[in-house]
């Protein structure tokens, strides 16, 4: 497999220390909860596989200590594999996504997929994350965020099946009849019993 590193050579990133022990320490155990899940909660409305890359960078970190050099030598991987994984994942984290927020188009680690894969031997929960966004990490298309196309997905319309304007109209006067505003919600297009349905996923309980 031939390695596409335009993209990610083209993005930049700024590794900035920032220690947040003492305020976070003076939180009490509800608010650090809060923070720790609402860390998560932001990134689902954007992409399926965010959640999922985060806690894998997460926990290749947390398995090895911080010490990429030695993760490199457990896992047996190069040092040229372990700086793209690292760019990468500095890249991902800078824009909470695998999108780059200035025009919302894919990046994809610079490195083989059997070299992530490797380094998600350091840990059975890294192993078990990373089968789960091993085909969504390297998979183009999606080339961007946008509409719901063959190139482009939306998490603002969460399907494998694709939706169109004219569906997306019809439900939202629908909506509107019932004083159901469009903020705060998502729509989703399903198949029950050879029909076409549609389900209105809202973010909050109240």
Partial sequence: MALDQSIIKSLSSYICYLDATVAFERLTKREKLYTHFMARII??????ESQPIFEFILETYRAC?????????????????KEG???????FL??????DGRGDQKFVPAILPEELEKISDISEKAKQLYHEIDH???SKPPYNLGFPSNVAQSMYYPSDQLINHHEIDQVSKILADKSIHPENKRLRKQSSDGKTVFEVLQGSAE
Wanted: net charge negative; aromatic share 12%.
């Fill in 43 to 48: 990134m689902r409305p954007v992409l399926p």
């Fill in 65 to 81: 200590d911080g010490n990429w050099e030695s993760l490199a030598e457990r896992v047996h991987i190069s040092n040229e594999a």
């Fill in 85 to 91: 994984f690292l760019e990468y994942a500095s890249i």
């Fill in 94 to 99: 800078g824009n909470i996504g695998n999108y």
């Fill in 136 to 138: 969504a990490i390297f």
